[in-house]
């Protein structure tokens, strides 16, 4: 009873060990089909690289690799090359192929005629969702588990009662050994499958398992490289749309934003977070979505303008396309520009074109009319033919000004005007410009006053221009101040710079049209200067002279009360 005891139980060991071993051997297999399937999945064209691909994996997992594709016919194979792999028969109906390709994964086991042993054959798609990608089959003799039966049966015809308990535990630790290691191969897989791409595995000996191990750092490593790789081209792309002055803006295939920049948010005013967000509900601009849903329908790309009402009255050019991928619209990305400053130049220029034709246009009408005058008989009276020449000359005069003028600014804008740029004794330049407007403001019964304390420095400037820019702002309020007003000349000193206020008792600027005062030929009462006999340059003239200096020029207004001109220049 003891012998058949000790029989019997070798007998359900030998059948335990041997099915564990089988069963751990199909784990095994199993466990790299799905690591060969994934790696498989990223290739774009397996077609081309597959026998190359099946060699590589067979060498690094030491079994054979065979990829097949969805009609049977072999693409690549560990075993074969070149003829060989030409010459094979269609797998179509091996039952492990046919089972993937039915349900997604076929195992099976049965005697190789090619290479005479008994092989464990397990199939997988390459696409668990697409059986059109073929199936890639892991093949792995069962030599091992065949040759470990030979010695446990060998060790049961020994009636040795101890030999058969050493070969139980041996077996048994060894298997605990695989299963272990292969857990620890399962734990480094899910991990990485997770994300988690600094999972390893600690490899140990020189068997398959190690090889295994071994192949599953490296793809580890690579997958942690390529991804490092990823997030840095991610953040430089990030970096450079943030850097951008333009809003972008993509979305996706259902409108939806996957991406904006921060001057997006600036230029609509968004706030954020705006990912997973629709554009109509982060920016309140209704045209904003009807470009973008023009965008997802069109075939090429193309460009509007957006008008943003309300306080930002802005204008934008919309730059929009859509996003193809294979074929098919995945979204849109959109590009704004803020062209508010283009529109706004291009209005100054056709209001330039327009005013200094009808400025030029307004003399020499007069001097053609007065001189088609005196050319049909106006010479024949001495006294009105005298008036009309006094009319010419006056207007030729106001055309020479106005040209000249022109010029003035006109070099100035270009940088072209000279400049001698130093210390400038402010009592003389205040005194030079007094002289030349105290005739126009007596004619109008003015005060003029100067407010110029002893302890004030001079400022770093040009003489001559610093005095053409006190002279035209002194000269610009005696035009606008009605008969017994004042025009006050002021100057006070602050840290590093001199401040000199020109100060009025005129009509003033409506607030609507103050920021346009320095605009060429703007005038607050057109009537009122042309009688005066301006150009309506005199303040653009100062404004530019006195940026070429180095300071500023501003205003202050109060319409009815007066006007404020501040000039600030750098103290010597």
Same mark, same amino acid.
């Given at each position: 009873?003891?012998?058949?005891?000790?029989?019997?139980?070798?007998?359900?060991?030998?059948?335990?060990?041997?099915?564990?071993?089988?069963?751990?051997?199909?784990?095994?297999?199993?466990?790299?089909?799905r690591?060969?399937?994934?790696?498989?999945?990223?290739?774009?064209?397996?077609?081309?690289?597959?026998?190359?691909?099946?060699?590589?994996?067979?060498?690094?997992?030491?079994?054979?690799?065979?990829?097949?594709?969805?009609?049977?016919?072999?693409?690549?194979?560990?075993?074969?090359?070149?003829?060989?792999?030409?010459?094979?028969?269609?797998?179509?109906?091996?039952?492990?192929?046919?089972?993937?390709?039915?349900?997604?994964?076929? @195992?099976?086991?049965?005697?190789?005629?090619?290479?005479g042993? @008994?092989?464990?054959?397990?199939?997988?798609?390459?696409?668990?969702d697409?059986?059109?990608?073929?199936?890639?089959?892991?093949?792995?003799?069962?030599?091992?588990?065949?040759?470990?039966?030979?010695?446990?049966?060998?060790?049961?015809?020994?009636?040795?009662?101890?030999?058969?308990?050493?070969?139980?535990?041996?077996?048994?630790?060894?298997?605990?050994?695989?299963?272990?290691?292969?857990e620890?191969?399962?734990?480094?897989?899910?991990? &990485?499958?997770?994300?988690?791409?600094?999972?390893?595995?600690?490899?140990?000996?020189?068997?398959?398992?190690?090889?295994?191990?071994?192949?599953?750092?490296?793809?580890?490593?690579?997958?942690?490289?390529?991804?490092?790789?990823?997030?840095?081209?991610?953040? +430089?792309?990030?970096?450079?749309?943030?850097?951008?002055?333009?809003?972008?803006?993509?979305?996706?295939?259902?409108?939806?934003?996957?991406?904006?920049?921060?001057?997006?948010?600036?230029?609509?005013?968004?706030?954020?977070?705006?990912?997973?967000?629709?554009?109509?509900?982060?920016?309140?601009?209704?045209?904003?979505?009807?470009?973008?849903?023009?965008?997802?329908?069109?075939t090429?790309?193309?460009?509007?303008?957006?008008?943003?009402?309300?306080?930002?009255?802005?204008?934008?050019?919309?730059?929009l396309?859509?996003?193809?991928?294979?074929g098919? &619209?995945?979204?849109?990305?959109?590009?704004?520009?803020?062209?508010?400053?283009?529109?706004?130049?291009?209005?100054?220029?056709?209001?330039f074109?327009?005013?200094?034709?009808?400025?030029?246009?307004?003399?020499?009408?007069? &001097?053609?009319?007065?001189?088609?005058?005196?050319r049909?008989?106006?010479?024949?009276?001495?006294?009105?033919?005298?008036?009309?020449?006094?009319? &010419?000359?006056?207007?030729?005069e106001?055309?020479?000004?106005?040209i000249?003028?022109?010029?003035?600014?006109?070099?100035?804008? +270009?940088?072209?005007?000279?400049?001698?740029?130093?210390?400038?004794?402010?009592?003389?330049?205040?005194?030079?410009?007094?002289?030349?407007?105290?005739?126009?403001?007596?004619?109008?019964?003015? %005060?003029?006053?100067?407010?110029?304390?002893?302890?004030?420095?001079?400022?770093?400037?040009?003489?001559?221009?610093?005095?053409?820019?006190?002279?035209?702002?002194?000269?610009?309020?005696?035009?606008?101040?009605?008969?017994?007003?004042?025009?006050?000349?002021?100057?006070?000193?602050?840290?590093?710079?001199?401040?000199?206020?020109?100060?009025?008792?005129?009509?003033?600027?409506?607030?609507?049209?103050?920021?346009?005062?320095?605009?060429?030929?703007?005038?607050?009462?057109?009537?009122?200067?042309?009688?005066?006999?301006?150009?309506?340059?005199?303040?653009?003239?100062?404004?530019?002279?006195?940026?070429?200096?180095?300071?500023?020029?501003?205003?202050?207004?109060?319409?009815?009360?007066?006007?404020?001109? %501040?000039?600030?220049?750098?103290?010597?």
């Amino acid at each position: 009873m003891a012998g058949l005891s000790t029989l019997l139980t070798g007998l359900f060991f030998y059948r335990i060990v041997g099915s564990y071993l089988s069963d751990r051997a199909s784990a095994e297999l199993g466990l790299e089909s799905r690591l060969v399937q994934r790696m498989l999945l990223t290739e774009k064209d397996l077609a081309a690289t597959a026998d190359e691909r099946a060699d590589e994996y067979g060498r690094d997992l030491g079994v054979r690799v065979t990829i097949v594709a969805a009609d049977g016919k072999v693409l690549g194979d560990t075993d074969l090359d070149g003829e060989e792999l030409a010459r094979v028969e269609n797998h179509g109906h091996r039952p492990e192929i046919a089972g993937a390709l039915r349900e997604g994964a076929g @195992t099976s086991q049965r005697y190789s005629s090619t290479l005479g042993q @008994t092989l464990l054959y397990v199939a997988r798609r390459i696409d668990p969702d697409d059986a059109s990608r073929g199936v890639v089959r892991l093949a792995l003799p069962l030599t091992a588990v065949r040759s470990a039966r030979s010695h446990l049966l060998l060790l049961l015809i020994l009636p040795l009662l101890l030999s058969v308990l050493c070969a139980v535990v041996l077996g048994w630790m060894l298997a605990r050994r695989t299963a272990r290691r292969l857990e620890d191969m399962a734990r480094a897989a899910s991990e &990485i499958a997770a994300g988690r791409s600094a999972a390893r595995v600690r490899p140990g000996g020189s068997d398959e398992m190690d090889h295994l191990a071994r192949s599953l750092n490296r793809m580890a490593e690579e997958l942690e490289k390529r991804l490092l790789l990823l997030s840095r081209e991610r953040h +430089q792309l990030q970096s450079v749309v943030d850097g951008m002055v333009e809003g972008v803006l993509l979305t996706d295939a259902e409108g939806t934003i996957l991406l904006a920049n921060g001057a997006f948010e600036r230029i609509f005013d968004a706030s954020a977070p705006l990912a997973g967000r629709r554009p109509l509900e982060v920016a309140r601009v209704p045209a904003l979505q009807e470009i973008l849903e023009q965008a997802r329908h069109a075939t090429a790309p193309f460009h509007r303008e957006i008008a943003l009402g309300g306080s930002a009255d802005k204008t934008l050019q919309a730059s929009l396309a859509p996003v193809r991928e294979e074929g098919r &619209i995945v979204g849109t990305v959109a590009v704004f520009h803020d062209i508010t400053e283009l529109k706004r130049l291009e209005r100054v220029r056709r209001e330039f074109v327009a005013n200094v034709s009808h400025e030029l246009r307004t003399p020499l009408t007069a &001097i053609r009319g007065y001189a088609e005058t005196l050319r049909d008989g106006g010479l024949k009276d001495p006294e009105k033919a005298a008036e009309f020449v006094r009319v &010419i000359h006056r207007h030729a005069e106001r055309l020479q000004a106005l040209i000249a003028d022109l010029l003035d600014l006109s070099r100035v804008e +270009q940088g072209k005007a000279k400049l001698s740029l130093g210390p400038v004794p402010l009592r003389d330049v205040a005194a030079q410009a007094e002289a030349v407007i105290l005739p126009l403001a007596r004619r109008k019964n003015q %005060r003029v006053l100067l407010d110029l304390p002893d302890t004030l420095p001079s400022p770093w400037a040009d003489r001559d221009r610093l005095a053409q820019v006190l002279i035209n702002l002194m000269d610009n309020a005696v035009k606008f101040t009605p008969d017994g007003g004042e025009i006050v000349l002021s100057g006070s000193a602050r840290e590093g710079y001199v401040d000199l206020r020109v100060t009025d008792t005129g009509i003033g600027i409506p607030p609507a049209e103050i920021e346009r005062v320095f605009e060429r030929f703007y005038r607050v009462e057109r009537s009122r200067d042309r009688r005066e006999g301006g150009t309506g340059l005199g303040l653009a003239i100062a404004k530019h002279l006195t940026l070429a200096m180095g300071g500023t020029l501003e205003v202050e207004s109060t319409p009815g009360e007066g006007t404020s001109f %501040r000039l600030t220049l750098p103290a010597a």
